[in-house]
């Protein structure tokens, strides 16, 4: 069967998603050319991987739904092209090739041509923006019921994730109707009988919901006629829900953190000023109009720290909250580069106020190591919140109860608060050097562990406790950059890369890639030859 597959920069310039696969969860099965033992600290092992997700064979992007949210709706191009990009920074660190550069002027030049702005759609609220929007599964769902004569009636709005996999079922009756909702991705369902579009009614279908929220699918819903009366009735019928697209900051700042540490190599060597002045100055340009997109959602606390919060009537779970610590930092990462770039007091102020932020989120455990938490503490989510009664005086629109969630954070999520921090502290924008000893024992005394057999592993969290699977496993080499302070990190992740063998995955004739890998066999070289 002849290959029709379009090129990757087809697909990047058509569809917005990553240029790279898909991250998946699955044990990675060996390519046959790398069956035996791989050294993840060579360039080849690096540039030949390099080369095949070039080549379109390993890791085709995930095909677009449809016309409209054809802009790698899952956030592929955070989760997965910028894990590319960086590994690019880090192998031109280690290795002083400008082969590097120029592949990432090729991958930047495809990323940036896919931004909203420049391909003409919007988010939630209308708005074409310099960034990339991202819906399905992360956003809320929407559907509108609607009378026998096609008048709207009631909106019906899910904030858990994966909401366009949900069927709304409604059945008619005279004088009421029942709503039935199945989500088979997330196993969960909700029926709800005997509902009245009558607001005097016990039964006003936005108040009995109202009652009931967050409930299985953190479902809400709101009456959307002019004029709310008795004797309506949406007609039966099976309906889909359909989310709205938000440009989450988390996802820009993954996006753009390599293209901003790109402009800091060019702009400090003036040599490579010579060679890339005008992509640097354009990149430079790019991620200044991206982090902007979300100044509207910083936030200073009360001890002079900072912080983002979804704002209230985001389509998002948990609209009006604090996002989780490392969605912030995900984008402090970009705004440490930009404010070594350019100097500008904005910048640093924020990365400052986000580094004491941090710093007061960390606790010092018994190793003297530090640990963590997803939400930060004191936050509402955190600690938790309930209704007040009334959806125009709740904190959130969406998810108008939720929390306590106190879980401690993950490492692959922690290896963005630990990549900020470390670039922080190098910037001398925050922390000190016990900061970074205490994050360095984190991963040596919390993270890194053996199995039952003696083998290498790590724990799922900055706390310890359970041992992940390979998965969790191949995610370690991201801490990296705290390996200056204990070289044992950089070790211990060698030795899980030496047990797994992580390789391109291959199903049948296809090749699937992982953004991830190329960063972590990046840093294993990196680590090796550039410690300090």
């Known amino acids: ?194 509902l009245s579009m009558d607001p005097s009614s016990p039964d006003y279908a936005v108040r009995r919901i109202y009652a009931e929220a967050p409930g299985p699918l953190q479902l809400t819903a709101v009456d959307v006629r002019p004029n709310p009366a008795a004797g309506d009735t949406p007609a039966s019928g099976v309906f889909a829900m359909k989310t709205k697209a938000v440009v989450f900051a988390v996802h820009t700042g993954m996006i753009t953190y390599p293209i901003a540490s790109f402009v800091r190599i060019v702009y400090n060597s003036t040599i490579l000023r010579r060679r890339y002045r005008t992509k640097a100055a354009a990149y ?15 936030r200073d606390t009360a001890s002079d720290g900072g912080y983002l919060v979804w704002p209230r009537s985001q389509p998002l779970p948990y609209d009006g909250c604090e996002q989780p610590i490392n969605q912030s930092l995900g984008l402090g990462q970009t705004l440490i580069e930009l404010a070594l770039v350019t100097g500008d007091r904005g910048y640093r102020r924020k990365v400052a106020a986000m580094a004491r932020m941090f710093a007061g989120q960390v606790a010092v455990d018994e190793g003297d190591a530090y640990r963590w938490h997803y939400w930060p503490t004191g936050g509402r989510i955190y600690d938790g919140y309930t209704k007040t009664g009334s959806p125009q005086s709740d904190i959130s629109v969406f998810t108008p109860s939720g929390g306590p969630a106190q879980q401690f954070e993950d490492i692959s999520h ?69 390996t200056a302070w204990d070289p044992k990190i950089h070790a211990h992740c060698l030795a899980l890369y030496n047990r797994y063998q992580p390789t391109p995955e291959h199903d049948g004739q296809q090749a699937i890639g992982f953004g991830w890998l190329l960063a972590n066999v990046a840093y294993l070289n990196w680590a090796s030859k550039h410690r300090t």
């Open 284 to 298: 430079l340009r790019a991620c200044r109009d991206a982090v902007a997109v979300h100044d509207w959602e910083y």
């Open 1 to 194: 069967m002849p290959d029709i597959r379009p090129s990757r920069r087809a697909f990047l310039r058509a569809g917005g998603l990553a240029a790279v696969g898909a991250v998946a969860g699955s044990a990675l099965s060996f390519a046959p050319a790398y069956a035996a033992r791989i050294d993840y600290t060579a360039r080849k092992t690096f540039d030949d991987w390099d080369r095949l997700f070039q080549q379109g064979g390993p890791g085709q992007p995930d095909q677009p739904n449809d016309n409209t949210n054809a802009d790698g709706r899952s956030g592929m191009l955070a989760w997965s092209q910028s894990y590319v990009l960086l590994g690019l920074v880090r192998m031109f660190e280690t290795y002083r090739d400008t082969y590097y550069l120029d592949r990432l002027v090729d991958n930047f030049d495809q990323v940036l041509a896919v931004r909203d702005s420049e391909r003409g759609v919007t988010d939630y609220r209308g708005l074409s923006l310099p960034a990339w929007r991202a819906d399905h599964p992360y956003t809320t769902g929407f559907t509108t019921l609607a009378d026998s004569n096609g008048r709207p009636l009631l909106e019906l709005r899910q904030a858990l994730s994966y909401a366009e996999d949900t069927t709304v079922t409604v059945t008619a009756e005279p004088a009421s109707f029942t709503v039935s909702m199945v989500n088979p991705t997330v196993d969960r369902e909700v029926t709800l009988t005997d």
């Open 414 to 482: 922690g290896a963005i608060d630990v990549e900020f921090a470390v670039r922080a502290f190098r910037a001398r924008l925050g922390f000190t050097g016990q900061d970074m000893t205490r994050i360095a024992r984190t991963f040596t005394q919390n993270v890194a562990t053996t199995d039952a057999d003696g083998l290498p592993a790590v724990n799922t969290t900055v706390a310890g406790g359970t041992i992940g699977a390979a998965a969790v496993a191949h995610q370690a080499p991201r801490w990296m950059q705290a």
